[in-house]
């Protein structure tokens, strides 16, 4: 879709309509998920946090001067939610005991189609040690990455949510993939 046809919907949202905000949330959702998910590791807390993001969006999007800017103030955004949450979720666990959410877990913990706790911590480990390396990559290929394999956006999507042809994209993705693998297997000597 071209830059214009965002830059109007930007307009029309800062005017208060809703259709069009939602179509900017369409457009951007996944990105947004993307990137939430590579900074909390959850993708039920990167839901979360990509929900509150569009809603902190739609209350400030008169903030937006420049329309072609959309993605980087709403990637702020998303930024200082995640930064509160874990404010968030620090203060609650310094103030109480065992919740109804913890007893939540211990019974799925137990239940029997469960992996065991110890390959629930290494399938954890794994994917947060992929993630730290992912976060480690460069921009240019991280963020293909995360929107291909974090979101599963298809490739016509990603080129189009990064600006980048089709070639490009697949070449980034190649060498992102085995910048990615390449870390990956020196961590694990």
């Keep these: 879709m071209p830059q214009a046809d965002e830059d109007a ?22 990105l947004v998920f993307a990137r939430a998910y590579l900074e909390t590791g959850d993708a039920h807390r990167a839901e979360d946090v990509a929900q509150e993001t569009f809603l902190t969006a739609w209350r400030s999007i008169g ?3 420049d329309p072609g800017g959309l993605r980087p103030w709403l990637l702020s955004i998303l930024h200082s939610v995640v930064v ?9 666990k310094r103030g109480r ?7 939540t ?10 992996p065991p706790p110890s390959e629930l911590v290494a399938r954890n480990d794994e994917r947060q040690r992929a993630l730290s390396v992912l976060r480690s990559l460069p921009a240019e290929y991280r963020e293909p990455l995360m ?12 080129g189009r ?6 070639g490009s994209l697949r070449g980034l993705l190649s060498r992102g993939m085995a910048m990615l693998r390449e870390e990956i297997n020196r961590k694990k000597r």
């Design 147 to 158: 929107l291909r394999y974090i979101a599963g956006a298809d490739y016509e999507t990603i």
């Design 84 to 92: 509160d949450a874990a404010r968030r979720a620090n203060r609650k």
């Design 63 to 65: 903030q937006v001067t």
């Design 9 to 30: 919907l930007v307009a029309k949202s800062r005017g208060g309509d809703r259709a069009a905000f939602e179509e900017l949330v369409r457009r951007t959702a996944r």
């Design 105 to 114: 877990t211990l019974l799925r913990l137990t239940d029997d189609r469960t």
């Design 161 to 166: 949510q990064l600006a980048l042809t089709n």
């Design 97 to 103: 005991g065992y919740s109804r959410d913890d007893a």
